[in-house]
């Protein structure tokens, strides 16, 4: 059992649309945090949210912390090729991060 | 800035033999340092951390170990490789001795293992 789990597993879409991926736990974490991860590379830190409800954008990505701290969302407006990738969100647990099993997203042009 | 090097890339080995992956920190002083290993599907498994020389956490029982010489180097090793110790492994770093939201994990490259 895992204790993030993310949705969808795999999402191919054309470039230019918006899309939605989802972390979604039972458990409230204290901070969540996604990452990007390309082929071949280790995955690199997008964000952290800290505040229940909190809303942060990057660029064209909005993501939002849900207010019970359980879950989370990364929205991706007018999709980009080089948005491809997998995305990984992971949350604070004692020591150390819990990761969920990611999202694979394919941008095509 | 702060770097993280991990190596080799990619590493074919039979079953039984011996593994050692390093992963060396430059930049930074007494980081938290982790194993981290990547099945499909599976997201990352915490393999050890470490907040300090020659303190190891294990979070799974296996067939790896890992030792911490220096304050910025992190080494994943095996004395006998197994089929299922095939995979993608990550070396990362964070600051401070706890987790926190300002302390991110820092990602090596990986090292892809096949054990054949």
Known sequence: TQLLEQSPQFLSIQEGENLTVYCNSSSVFSSLQWYRQEPGEGPVLLVTVVTGGEVKKLKRLTFQFGDARKDSSLHITAAQTGDTGLYLCAGAHGQNFVFGPGTRLSVLP | ?116
């Open chain 2, 1 to 116: 800035s702060q770097t993280i090097h991990q190596w080799p890339a990619t590493l074919v080995q039979p079953v039984g033999s011996p593994l050692s992956l390093e992963c060396t920190v430059e930049g930074t002083s007494n980081p938290n340092l982790y194993w981290y290993r990547q099945a499909a599907g599976r997201g990352l498994q915490l393999l050890f951390y470490s907040v300090g020389i020659g303190q190891i956490s294990s979070e799974v029982p296996q067939n790896l170990s890992a030792s911490r010489p220096q304050d910025r180097q992190f080494i994943l090793s095996s004395k006998k490789l197994l089929l299922s110790d095939s995979g993608f492994y990550l070396c990362a770093w964070s600051v401070g001795i706890r987790i926190s939201y300002n302390s991110p994990l820092h990602f090596g490259n990986g090292t892809r293992l096949t054990v054949t």
